[in-house]
């Protein structure tokens, strides 16, 4: 379910040039706390939404990292020069600020609210810590070891970096308190139009929260087999059970709320990024994928599609480049969808943990509901047929499809997340699939990164907790694996 961003978020909450780390975020003065603590939520879900979808060379360049894109003029970032751009702190203080800081604060004005009735406290105040769960995890999944138990708090200015994996235990804690406050049925209130997700409508809001563990449990499998093991079983028969069911943010047609793709790709003017042939040429033409056509268009001129070397800058005009669909400036950003979640519970059926159903079965509803989710979008193709014909591939089919099930529902995940380039990026790293290569000329010569190094705020404000953090997760440099990532 998606919902169209409002428009009336106050800017102060938009605002975050002022703080430059985590520890100074400060919405509790004049002004700011009289803004009600539901209109927070609407600022923390639009940040997080803009950090899920942007392409934009300054901080969010998942999409070139899984190697769906490359860049053709300026390749620094395709190249992984991730300092040029101080990419980490932007990205740092989009989680921290954007979204965590406001949802802290609308946490404290909500909790504080003599006018709330109890059974809409609870609601709302679990609604904000699913989200601050979401943001949380994506952090650890691109940092590691971050300030946790002593963030956001404007009186400590240098707080300390919890454990990554003692934050991802703590996050699915939260998540069962969560899922156990939310209540569809009391009659209580809800944050109703100032959440963006799902109008305030609980039993999504759980199935939301369900889906979110799903996902944290299988991020660490590896880690605690049995522990992800019960959580998956318990979460399964209450996650997400068709695409309408997914969390995703429509954005408007008109700044300042448009989709961050259509700023990158449309308003800016430039012609920054085209199709690798790693993912075109390899992968979506030998096997007929009916997404190829949304997720790329032809070549200038032709009817053919070609995608470039990943690395090395090139001639725009000589590629695909992203689909028109992609240009939309009213395409939702894609907090987690349906077909992640029967992508989630294939590999946990293929781990051998009962979830009602086969590997294979969840496996062919993952592709379907991603076929027809993007059909569906862009108003094209037969999504029943197309589906199938693509399933009957050999090559495609989780009977024959080449590897074991790492590989087959590596692949197909890394496909079906065109649009999750953040969650395809942890997904890569923690399946190892597809085998993606690194260009032959990098500013990092350990390769593709495998997380970003602190950023340069940390290293100047809070230095001796970030020697401690690299000390404790090996180095702070991009090759060091985040704790979930074994193999």
Not at 76 to 96: F, G, M, Q, S
Not at 124 to 143: E, G, K, R, S
Not at 156 to 164: E, G, H, L, S, W
Not at 176 to 182: C, G, N, S, V
Request: charged letters at 15%; glycine letters at 6%; hydrophobic letters at 40%.
């Amino acid at each position: 379910m998606k919902k169209s961003l409002i428009l009336a978020i106050p800017a102060l909450l938009l605002a975050s040039s002022c703080a430059k780390t985590l520890s100074n975020v400060d919405l509790k003065s004049p002004g700011q706390g009289a803004v009600s603590g539901v209109y927070l939520v609407t600022s923390a879900e639009r940040s997080l939404a803009r950090s899920l979808s942007s392409t934009n060379q300054n901080g969010f360049i998942t999409r070139l990292l899984v190697q769906y894109w490359t860049e053709t003029t300026y390749n620094d970032e395709a190249t992984y020069n991730l300092a040029n751009r101080t990419i980490p702190d932007n990205v740092w203080n989009a989680y921290y600020q954007g979204a965590l800081g406001n949802l802290n604060e609308a946490k404290r004005l909500i909790s504080a609210n003599a006018l709330i009735d109890a059974g809409t406290k609870a609601n709302q105040l679990a609604c904000v810590d699913v989200l601050a769960v979401h943001a949380w995890h994506n952090l650890v999944d691109t940092f590691g070891n971050v300030p946790y138990s002593q963030s956001l708090d404007i009186n400590n200015k240098t707080p300390v970096y919890d454990d990554a994996a003692t934050i991802y235990t703590d996050l699915l804690k939260r998540l069962d308190t969560d899922i156990a406050a939310l209540n569809a049925n009391s009659g209580a209130g809800t944050l109703g139009a100032a959440d963006l997700l799902y109008n305030g409508n609980v039993s999504s809001w759980i199935k939301y929260a369900n889906s979110l563990k799903l996902r944290l449990a299988m991020t660490t499998y590896d880690v605690d087999a049995g522990r992800a093991t019960t959580l998956v079983q318990q979460a399964a028969p209450n996650v997400f059970q068709s695409n309408s069911d997914a969390a995703q943010l429509a954005f408007q047609s008109t700044n300042p709320n448009t989709n961050p793709l259509y700023e990158d790709l449309v308003q800016s003017g430039r012609y920054d990024y085209v199709g690798t042939n790693f993912f075109i040429d390899n992968q979506l033409l030998p096997t007929n994928d009916p997404r190829l056509p949304i997720y790329f268009q032809p070549v200038a001129g032709t009817s053919t599609y070609a995608g470039a070397p990943y690395g090395p800058t090139t001639n725009y005009s000589l590629w695909s480049n992203p689909g028109t669909v992609l240009r939309r400036p009213t395409l939702p950003a894609m907090f987690l969808s349906y077909y992640e979640v029967q992508f989630l519970l294939a590999e946990a059926a293929a781990r051998g943990i009962n979830v009602g159903s086969s590997a294979a079965t969840l496996y062919n509803n993952a592709v379907t509901a991603s076929i027809t989710y993007w059909e569906n979008t862009a108003g094209v193709g037969n999504s029943t047929v197309d589906a199938a014909a693509y399933l009957a591939q050999p090559s495609v089919a989780y009977t024959t499809a080449t590897g074991d099930f790492k590989q087959k529902i590596g692949i197909q995940k890394w496909i079906a997340l065109y649009n999750q380039p953040t969650q395809a990026w942890a997904e890569w790293r923690r399946l190892d699939y597809p085998r993606l290569q690194a260009p032959a000329v990098t500013y990092q010569s350990s390769g593709i990164p495998l997380r970003y190094f602190y950023p340069n705020s940390e290293q100047n404000l809070n230095d001796a907790n970030r020697k401690a953090a690299a000390a404790a997760i090996g180095s702070d440099v991009v090759a060091t694996k985040i704790f979930w990532d074994k193999l």
